[in-house]
């Protein structure tokens, strides 16, 4: 059972334009959300989290958002640039007593110039 | 200015083999945790650990053993390779146990 689901597998968008990568959980306990970023033949890259106390975090280019009564998050990316052409991933945890992070099966998107 | 080091980048096993995915960190991390990554999948919880000599499962711990004898190193076993663990593998280090999660570079692992 995908506890937490990312049901767009891919996605393009136009350099400038808005990005916008969505992302499910059906688990109520969970309450500390991140996303990472992974170009090929590398590890996942941090990019940015919202703790469940929160409704949206931004970091310079990158906004996310969470509703929890719908269970729903996602990242904003504006201007989306070619370089952020990429596999995004989100993750939860439940707890403070737990590191386990459960992943989503990634998104990947893809800028065009 | 390491991070966390993955050894092998690629193995390719025969079926009943078996072999250790080695992780080592140099960041003085507490958390360390592999995952495997499989199409449509994403990445899947392994086995972690709190600190050195404690370890616990995670979503799909069959056919993994894990230890943890040094804050550095964690090393994943491969008891007897089947083709289904055909993955990329990622290992993972962070300070604490709700931090940031820092990946190596990953496994690439062929069982035939």
């Known amino acids: 059972d995908q506890q937490v689901k990312q049901n767009s597998p891919s996605l393009s968008v136009q350099e400038g334009r808005i990005s916008i990568l969505n992302c499910d959980y059906t688990n109520s306990m969970f309450d500390y959300f991140l996303w990472y970023k992974k170009y090929p033949a590398e590890g996942p890259t941090f990019l940015i989290s919202i703790s469940s106390i929160k409704d949206k975090n931004e970091d310079g280019r990158f906004t996310v958002f969470l509703n929890k009564s719908a269970k729903h998050l996602s990242l904003h990316i504006v201007p989306s640039q070619p370089g952020d052409s990429a596999v995004y991933f989100c993750?939860?945890?439940?707890?403070?007593?737990?590191?386990?992070?459960?992943f989503g099966q990634g998104t990947t998107l893809q800028v065009k110039p | 200015n390491a991070g966390v080091t993955q050894t092998p980048k690629f193995q390719v096993l025969k079926t009943g083999q078996s072999m250790t995915l080695q992780c080592a960190q140099d960041?003085?991390?507490?958390?360390m945790s592999w995952y495997r990554q499989d199409p449509g999948m994403g990445l899947r919880l392994i086995h972690y650990?709190?600190?050195?000599?404690?370890?616990d499962q995670g979503e799909v711990p069959n056919g993994y053993n894990v230890s943890r004898s040094t804050t550095e190193d964690f090393p994943l076993r491969l008891l007897s390779a089947a083709p289904s663990q055909t993955s990329v593998y990622f290992c993972?280090?962070?300070?604490?146990?709700?931090?940031?999660?820092?990946f190596g570079a990953g496994t690439r692992l062929s069982v035939l």
């Open positions: 960041m003085n991390h507490e958390y």
């Open positions: 993750a939860a945890s439940a707890g403070s007593n737990t590191g386990k992070l459960i």
């Open positions: 650990s709190v600190g050195a000599g404690i370890t």
């Open positions: 993972a280090s962070s300070y604490e146990r709700r931090g940031i999660q820092y």
